[in-house]
């Protein structure tokens, strides 16, 4: 079988990673696979079976320039897919299936679906109402549609009721095995020895408004005044990088960044070690994953954290936290006090409030600090929860995702 996976690049991100994950399945069941890129950016390694075509349109903010790279993306995908007889077609985020699902070619084409908000969410009314039409008519085309998690299931369902027929579930997959061979590369000795003389809550992610790292940085100002035993480690790069450590700052936390020459191996309360290309050996040593996002897609972080045995205490946001903590719970639920779920604990989702001064959250970090105290004092608990939480990662394993794709392939 012949495979064309379409996405804007593969840079860093959780569906770039997801696409790399896809391709090795398929190759290993000796598949063709083809990635298609908008740009040719390749910070993923990628099976050395599969070509990759780069169609050199990359994205715009101007509405009428989008448009115009629909057209012209749609060509160039029509052209490589019918020079390489591509049988199915599955694209990775909204600009990739709307270009994969107008092309007016004969392979299957699935559209996956990432996240629980649409590019017409923020939009102003009368382009919202346009754009909105836009996409129900474009994923119309599709002949199947899978959402990464039942929350976004449900949001593609708000659609209309005929998507219904077409639309899936598939989780995404992940090299277990892998993530736990690169989990044991060691730590500069500088960060093995903060490592392992602290406690570590960790947080990993792009510092951005939707990862919420502010209200981390008030939970280990609470925690700093009842115990000296914890650190806060950030890995991650992003915009709000600045605010965040002058608000740590402002909280009289002591801060260590990539930037700033070390003085202190273990004096700091607070870490922004920046984006790391591998993240697996800090998650191996963390006492705890924090997770504080106010909306996922589905939250790939999660299931890398349980892989090495790492417990997690995730707000309950929408959308795959609840399905991937407590998938036997009502997964419309949402944690409104602690929740000790059967593989992690549930927190009251935060308020999508940007304001970092704002105390109208202070109430869910007291829960916060609470649960952590909880596993801090409570050894047989905390490793009881290590070990439910790579049995549950096991769940989200490339060999057992792939055995859906080609039920859900075999089906079209």
Not at 127 to 149: C, H, M
Not at 154 to 169: D, M, Q, W, Y
Not at 283 to 307: K, P, Q, R
Not at 374 to 400: G, Q
Request: glycine residues 6%.
């Amino acid at each position: 079988m012949r495979i064309g996976l379409v996405i804007p690049s593969l840079e860093k991100g959780g569906a770039e990673r997801v696409a790399v994950n896809l391709a090795k399945g398929f190759v290993k069941r000796g598949d063709d696979v083809s990635f298609i890129l908008f740009s040719h950016n390749l910070y993923y390694t990628i099976p050395p079976e599969s070509l990759v075509f780069s169609i050199d349109v990359p994205g715009s903010k101007s509405l009428f320039y989008k448009f115009i790279n629909l057209y012209k993306r749609k060509r160039h995908l029509e052209e490589i897919k019918r020079d390489m007889n591509i049988d199915v077609s599955i694209s990775l985020l909204e600009n990739a299936n709307i270009a994969n699902l107008y092309t007016d070619t004969k392979d299957a084409k699935i559209a996956t679906v990432h996240n629980t908000t649409f590019g017409f969410d923020d939009m102003k009314p009368i382009l919202r109402d346009l754009y909105k039409f836009f996409i129900k008519k474009t994923y119309r085309r599709a002949d199947k549609i899978i959402g990464v998690s039942h929350g976004v299931y449900e949001r593609i369902l708000s659609l209309g009721p005929s998507f219904k027929s077409k639309t899936e579930v598939i989780y995404n997959p992940f090299e277990i095995e892998r993530i736990k061979d690169l989990s044991r590369e060691p730590l500069s000795s500088f960060k093995e020895h903060i490592f392992h003389k602290h406690r570590i809550l960790l947080n990993i992610g792009r510092l951005v408004y939707q990862k919420g790292q502010w209200y981390l940085l008030k939970l280990m100002k609470m925690l700093k005044m009842e115990s000296d035993a914890f650190k806060l480690v950030i890995l991650g790069d992003g915009p709000l990088r600045k605010d965040l450590i002058d608000f740590a700052h402002e909280l009289e936390l002591k801060v260590f960044h990539k930037d700033e020459p070390l003085k202190e191996h273990d004096n700091y309360d607070v870490y922004f070690f920046g984006a790391v290309h591998n993240p697996y050996k800090y998650i191996m040593h963390a006492f705890l994953f924090l997770f504080t996002s106010l909306w996922e897609g589905f939250g790939n972080v999660l299931i890398e954290s349980m892989a090495v045995g790492t417990p997690v205490i995730s707000s309950d946001c929408n959308s795959g936290p609840r399905e991937i903590l407590a998938p036997h719970s009502n997964l419309s639920d949402v944690a409104k006090d602690i929740e000790f779920e059967e593989f992690g604990i549930l927190m009251p989702p935060f308020s999508k409030n940007l304001d970092f001064s704002s105390r109208a959250d202070e109430h869910i970090l007291h829960l916060w600090k609470k649960a952590i105290m909880t596993l801090y004092d409570d050894k047989s608990l905390y490793i009881d929860y290590r070990n439910r939480a790579m049995k549950r990662a096991r769940d989200f394993d490339l060999e057992n995702i792939m055995g859906k794709w080609y039920r859900l392939i075999l089906g079209l």
